[in-house]
T-cell receptor, first 110, second 114 residues
């Protein structure tokens, strides 16, 4: 079973920041938080990952709470092309498999 | 473009048949993963290979098998196909086995069993 909880859907206006929350209250000390997205039926796309510090790349920012029980993915200026299902995943200890939950369906509207 | 290629893009076959799905990882990646995405089960991990060796197994049926060849490409073999095997099959690759390595997914193979 997935170890994360995400809202099933969210809306965001184009040009605004999209903040996608994720709860991972049972995360272990050396498990990473990963975010992927899937646009329609394409292959999932890696966005960002982090262990305990906040991370930023060209796609997004990842804010992880100090207790590591939750995180937020931030798309700073959402575009219509960001409409997708976003998956928050905790990397299973000592293995590489990704356990996908149901994700958050983000709809960006004009 | 993730750099991971999968063939074929689409496959239509009948129940009871056997098919082979092929995956070529990104250049330099040693790990290959297979995932199945069906409407009722979501994205599920099937199996992982690292440098030719099986590394981890997920919810892979006994009718399914995989291998990774010396050139690091991988094949997923599905046999005695059932209607419920209709799904998108994704291959992903990563550099190695450390937890910090992100996985890059291919475009998938859509299998339809009739």
């Amino acid at each position: 079973d997935a170890k994360t909880t995400q809202p099933p859907s969210m809306d965001c206006a184009e040009g605004r920041a999209a903040n996608l929350p994720c709860n991972h209250s049972t995360i272990s000390g050396n498990e990473y938080v990963y975010w992927y997205r899937q646009i329609h039926s394409q292959g999932p796309q890696y966005i960002i990952h982090g262990l305990k510090n906040n991370e930023t790349n060209e796609m997004a920012s990842l804010i992880i709470t100090e207790d590591r029980k939750s995180s937020t993915l931030i798309l700073p200026h959402a575009t219509l092309r960001d409409t997708a299902v976003y998956y928050c995943i905790v990397r299973v200890l000592n293995t590489d498999k990704l356990i996908f939950g149901t994700g958050t369906r983000l709809q960006v509207f004009p | 473009d993730s750099g991971v290629t999968q063939t074929p893009k689409h496959l239509i076959t009948a129940t009871g048949q056997r098919v082979t799905l092929r995956c070529s990882p990104r250049s330099g990646d040693l790990s290959v993963y297979w995932y199945q995405q069906s409407l009722d089960q979501g994205l599920q991990f099937l199996i992982q290979y690292y440098n030719g060796e099986e590394r981890a197994k997920g919810n892979i049926l006994e009718r399914f098998s995989a291998q990774q060849f010396p050139d690091l490409h991988s094949e997923l073999n599905l046999s005695s196909l059932e209607l419920g095997d209709s799904a998108l099959y994704f291959c992903a690759s990563s550099l190695g086995t450390a937890s910090s390595y992100e996985q890059y997914f291919g475009p998938g193979t859509r299998l339809t069993v009739t």
